[in-house]
């Protein structure tokens, strides 16, 4: 077993036992960082594809915002655990069929018998990249000629979704109290403070 | 003199390039990076350890105190006291925590601050690994920081702990896409996401560096960086005033001591990169100015090291000059300043890519 073999082994390992965890786990804050941990040892398998680009974005994206986001918002549940786990069992067969429905899907599609739809026949001999080799580059370098049209497509999804999130949670309320930065800066000494002519009083 | 010296080490030197030999590759390999590691790490750790004694010492100056100055000559010896303190007190575990994860989130939060100097080239050639995607490496690395801080709130099971998680859980998010945005303005005058390339890109001499055309990102990254290490004005995350000490309140001895380690190592890593995007790195000032063979002009780890000390210095400049930050105002920055600012530059960019003009002159 080289090395390469091993560290395959190993992360893929991992990632099988933290996806359990994430399913299995009674605590949703734990489920939520075996989470993490799963997309963590998948982005190094993807390392070693030569896929560095998308390894890193993996991280980036999942690991270091959205990942960051769901476990904010789980972190500040009440957390009934016991009642949460009502239901395991009888979920349980359920699960297992739609996993091996899906487990029979994947070795359909890319696995060895099927009618190899991705082409993995050719990848038995595929050969090593050089070292100078940039996943990024080929990666840019396909996406803005033959597949720009989709590529601007999915970025302007993208950009309409981020308008109705924000269109969908923008409310007026005029009850709540805000300060404008604009005005506190633009307040001058006349503003608050006026200074009155008195005489002098003598108290008895 | 010498001849003797070497005689009398030379069976050592043999007997070990023998026992080497008997190494397989794959072990020599990984034999040589630990040891490469292990020469980043280690006096990494001793300017970690310095940066704090700087810190009092600055600070102390800045508000005409002495500082620190009984523990060996002139209190040199105090970083190593504080530490031989935290390593022999208890590590404390509440009563009603999540131990395991109370126990991982120190070690989640400086694992990131130590990985991202794998990338970082200290010399012409001089990395542990020098890889294509360099600059994403550090993004994303620096992008998971934050675990070590949220799960530290949420396993202490406190509530000022978990206040606080919340808190800088909000701001890194914000201030990471400004981060990102300013990332953006250097890949596009690089070319490449390259850490020597990118060094390389501003070679030329003083006018040549990133800085210049693109001031207002180099503003931008380093105000983010700022925020992004909770270090003051924006240090929500720890006020004193508000929340005791924030996410690290439950923490003693040497789980405390490791947050203070990731602070710090995060710290001179911000300001690390902040020199090699923006200052040119391990280049010389004096470049084209001088005689291409004057000692000065000559490009050397030092120069990169001073530049990393200036920024390095501003952060505790900054501690002792500003006031905290409201944390509607810190929001308000990130969100509705920075990110702003850093797309409409990006615009700026474009137009001078277009016009050849800066880094982009053909």
């Known amino acids: 077993m080289t090395i390469t073999d091993f560290l395959f082994f190993a992360f893929a390992g991992v990632t099988v036992a933290a996806a359990l965890g994430v399913v299995a786990s009674r605590n949703p804050v734990h489920s939520a960082l075996f989470l993490v941990l799963t997309f963590f040892s998948c982005s190094a398998i993807w390392l070693m ?92 370098e396909i996406l803005y000629t033959d597949y720009v049209l989709a590529f601007e497509i999915a970025a302007i999804i993208l950009l309409v979704a981020i308008i ?11 009850a709540t109290k805000y300060q404008t930065p604009g005005k506190q800066i633009k307040v001058k000494r006349d503003d608050r403070l006026k200074i009155i002519e008195s005489d002098a009083e003598v108290l008895k | 003199m010498i001849e003797s010296i070497a005689d009398f080490f030379a069976p050592a030197i043999a007997l070990w390039l023998e026992v080497w030999a008997w190494f397989p590759a794959d072990m020599q390999t990984l034999l040589l990076i630990l040891g490469k590691i292990v020469l980043i790490l280690a006096p990494l750790m001793i300017c970690v350890a310095y940066i704090t004694y700087a810190e009092r010492k600055i600070i102390g100056y800045m508000q005409i105190r002495i500082g620190p100055n009984r523990v060996g000559f002139r209190g040199w010896l105090q970083p190593i006291a504080d530490a031989m303190k935290l390593m022999f ?17 120190p070690v989640l939060s400086i694992m990131p601050a130590l990985a991202a100097w794998a990338v970082i080239p200290f010399d012409r050639g001089m990395a542990l690994t020098d890889v294509n995607a360099g600059l994403l490496y550090v993004l994303a690395l620096t992008s998971i920081g934050v675990y070590g801080v949220i799960i530290a709130g949420w396993a202490s099971n406190s509530k000022y702990a ?65 925020a992004e290490t909770n270090r003051a004005p924006f240090d929500v995350a720890e006020g004193e005033s508000e929340i005791v000490a924030g996410f690290h309140v439950e923490y003693s001895g040497m789980a405390f001591a490791v947050f203070f380690l990731a602070e710090y190592a995060n710290i001179i890593l911000i300001s690390a990169l902040t020199a090699m995007l923006f200052l040119g790195g391990w280049l010389s000032p004096f470049e084209g100015v001088l005689d291409a063979d004057h000692w000065l002009a000559a490009t050397s780890f030092f120069w990169f090291f001073g530049k990393a000390c200036i920024f390095a210095f501003c952060f505790l400049w900054f501690r002792a000059t500003f006031p905290r930050y409201r944390y509607d105002q810190i929001m308000r920055l990130g969100w509705k300043v920075f990110i702003p600012v850093t797309i409409v530059w990006l615009f700026v960019e474009a ?12």
Not at chain 1, 164 to 174: E, G, H, M, V
Not at chain 2, 167 to 180: F, L
Not at chain 2, 197 to 214: A, K, M, N
């Open chain 2, 351 to 362: 137009v001078m890519v277009v016009a050849e003009v800066g880094p982009w002159a053909v």
């Open chain 2, 162 to 226: 978990i206040l606080s998680s919340l808190r800088v859980g909000a701001q890194i998010v914000a201030y990471e896409i400004a981060m990102g945005f300013a990332l953006v303005g250097v890949l596009m005058a690089s070319g490449s996401l390259n850490m020597s390339d990118i060094v390389e890109g501003q070679s030329g001499g003083f006018w040549s560096w990133y800085i210049w055309p693109l001031l207002p990102m180099f503003f931008v990254y380093f105000i983010s960086g700022v």
């Open chain 2, 89 to 105: 007190k208890e590590v404390i575990i509440p009563t009603k925590s999540d131990k395991y994860l109370f126990l991982i989130a």
């Open chain 1, 49 to 140: 594809l030569e896929a560095e680009f998308l390894a890193i974005t993996l991280v980036l994206v999942y690991v270091g915002a959205v990942m960051v986001l769901f476990l904010f918002v789980v972190m500040m549940l009440d957390i009934n655990v016991a009642k949460m786990r009502e239901g395991f069992v009888s979920y349980l067969p359920v699960g297992i069929l739609f996993a091996l429905l899906m487990l029979g899907l994947m070795v359909y599609v890319v696995g060895p018998v099927g009618p190899d739809v991705m082409g993995t026949a050719a990848l038995d001999n595929a050969v090593k990249h050089a070292a100078d080799y940039s996943n990024t580059e080929a990666l840019g």
């Open chain 1, 164 to 174: 109705a999130a924000i269109s969908l949670t923008l409310r007026r309320r005029p």
